[in-house]
């Protein structure tokens, strides 16, 4: 049996609509309004997608329930296996002492909290988006903010605004891959026009990372290092983008851009210090931010200092090994086992306009672990437990505790992508799609605000260019417009959905121990993320009608 979307049943596409969109929007408010607790939030939004894909757009109650049961179990590999490995490396340096020898070393760099962000968050957190993304920067670098004694807020936060700019290229080059593959536009194309857009906000993001910190006043007073910053990213973004491809964008800008500011730093200091690891103004975190144990001033052993470092260069090591394309194939082919669906596996149908020609979609769990992001944290930790002279023993009861501190949240990451993956198998995400893809002369921006709403729904910049960047394509088409241009504002509007997707809050909430706290974390970002996406469409829209030999292909 098929069953083919139906984007509008109602008859009336703003009616539809708004039963589309009924099931984030009780998600959302829940977390952000009745502050009900994340696990909750998401299990109760799921059982109202189900009813609407079921009873609104008429799809068959079992087809909804295994869509949802597909989103769960993605959720939990690989996006939940990421969280806990990372968390499980995190306890070991911390049991091991490591840690705090690790905080007088960043430090040592800069005792500035303005800077240490500047750091960690975005170049370090770039870094990790480029080898493996997938959730993998948040967590490594709300980890490390939190046990630098950062606000469990400002930890989580900042580390999602940061990143944004990377998004794009992350995974080595894996959502414009995806990109490519689902419109058919050429690669390269597609990797030049995005490097076209986001350089922009590679210099803007550090800027804004430090005024949401700690005001306009304070980002000024560090404004050269800011600047060393962005520009240090930014020029290689453009450059491997457009003259390269986008496969090592973000690992090349991010090592470019650690190395200018650290460099930079041993010049240049700022007159005051900025000790204060808490947001400006208020800060509900701020009580609860952890103690931190004063650092010391006697000069670092250096053997200490490079067992300090050596759990992450480890992970380093091991994240870029598993982001490689035949590293991968390699896992895969040692061990890998696909399970279709049966009744969803191709017998949900797309249909036109959101698709050329009607599509069946398939609906097939790859349990590809080696190759796992996951997986190479893990064996990362291993290798790094033991080098930390953690006994097997020790490891597998630390493991254990680890498990029960992150059980709430891989519910909820579970229930989350399954509230991602029941939207798009039963149309929902389509039919909010079609409502902005009706904008007409501002589809431009609206475009962009749809790549934003992508990334929001799925937590991937990946699913929502498979998502929509057929629509893109088709729509731009329709108008008259470039469709590299359309395509590629998909990937980079969407970078600013991710600070605010489901699932990266969580995974934040989780390396910050702050649990239950989603909804808090959610109200600080939104607006943050809102003002970026519009800035994204503002700029798209100058490249469509004002500037248009920006939006014109390489090839």
């Known amino acids: ?19 589309a969109a009924l099931p984030v929007v009780v998600m959302l408010v829940a977390l952000a309004f009745f502050r009900i607790a994340a696990h909750w939030a998401a299990i109760i939004a799921l059982v109202v997608a189900v009813l609407c894909a079921s009873v609104v757009f008429g799809m068959p109650g079992g087809m909804a329930v295994r869509a949802a049961g597909l989103g769960i179990l993605s959720g939990l590999f690989p996006i939940g296996w ?26 040592g760099v800069t005792p500035d909290r303005r800077l240490q962000l500047l750091l960690i968050a975005f170049a370090f957190g770039a870094f990790f988006e480029g080898a493996a993304g997938f959730g993998t920067p948040v967590a490594v670098t709300a980890a490390i ?21 990377p998004v794009a290229f992350g995974a080595l080059g ?16 597609l990797s030049a026009m995005i490097g076209r857009q986001l350089p922009f906000f590679s210099l803007i993001v550090p800027f804004w990372l430090i005024w949401a910190f700690a005001g306009f006043r304070a980002m000024r007073d560090v404004w050269p290092a800011i600047l060393v910053t962005g520009v240090s990213f930014a020029v290689p973004q453009f450059l491997v983008s457009n003259y390269i491809g986008p496969m090592l964008v973000d690992v090349i800008s991010a090592l470019v851009c650690m190395a200018c500011l650290v460099g930079f730093l041993q010049v240049w200091q700022p007159r005051e210090i900025w000790t204060n690891p808490g947001l400006r103004g208020r800060d509900p975190s701020a009580a609860t931010a952890p103690a931190v144990a004063p650092l010391g001033t006697e000069p670092l052993d250096r053997g200490a200092l490079v067992r300090a470092w050596l759990p992450w260069l480890i992970l380093t090591v091991f994240v870029f090994a598993w982001g490689l394309p035949s590293v991968r194939a ?17 017998a949900v149908v797309k249909a036109p306009p959101v698709v050329e020609r009607a599509t069946p979609e398939a609906a097939v769990w790859a349990f590809n672990i080696l190759s796992m992001t996951g ?58 799609g079609l409502a902005f893809a009706s904008t007409g002369f501002l589809f431009p921006l609206f475009g962009t605000m749809l790549g934003w709403l992508g990334v929001a729904l799925t937590g991937s910049d990946t699913a929502s260019n498979v998502l929509f960047g057929g629509l893109q394509k088709i729509t731009a088409q329709q108008l008259g417009l470039s ?3 359309m395509a590629a504002a998909n ?21 910050t121990n702050w649990f239950g706290q989603e909804g808090t974390i959610l109200r600080f970002v939104f607006l943050h993320s809102i003002c970026l996406a519009v800035l994204v469409g503002l700029l798209v829209m100058l490249q469509a009608y004002v500037w248009p030999f920006t939006a014109m292909v390489v090839g």
């Open 1 to 19: 049996m098929t069953w083919t979307q139906v984007y509008d049943p109602l008859g009336n596409i703003a009616l539809s609509t708004a039963f």
């Open 174 to 189: 894996s959502p414009i891959i995806a990109l490519s593959a689902v419109t058919g536009l050429d690669l390269y194309d």
């Open 330 to 346: 390699a896992l895969n082919g040692i061990f890998t086992t696909s399970f279709p669906i049966g009744g969803l596996h191709n």
């Open 145 to 165: 903010l939190i046990g630098l004694g950062f606000s469990p807020l400002a930890a989580s936060g900042l580390s999602l605004i940061a990143n944004t700019a």
């Open 82 to 107: 990421i969280v806990l490995n990372i968390i499980f490396l995190y306890r070991l340096t911390v049991a091991n002492g490591s840690f705090a020898i690790l905080q007088r070393a960043i430090a």
């Open 491 to 511: 990937s980079s509007g969407g970078v600013m959905g991710k600070m605010i997707d489901a699932q990266s809050i969580v995974v934040a909430s989780t390396a």
């Open 375 to 432: 997986t190479g944290i893990l064996f990362s930790a291993i290798v790094a437990g033991l080098l930390m002279r953690f006994s097997p023993f020790a490891l597998i009861a630390e493991y254990g505790r680890t498990i029960w501190k992150v059980r709430l949240s891989l519910v909820t990451i579970g229930a989350m992508l399954g509230l991602g993956t029941l939207t798009r198998y039963s149309g929902l995400d389509a039919t909010m």
């Open 483 to 485: 469709p590299v241009l």
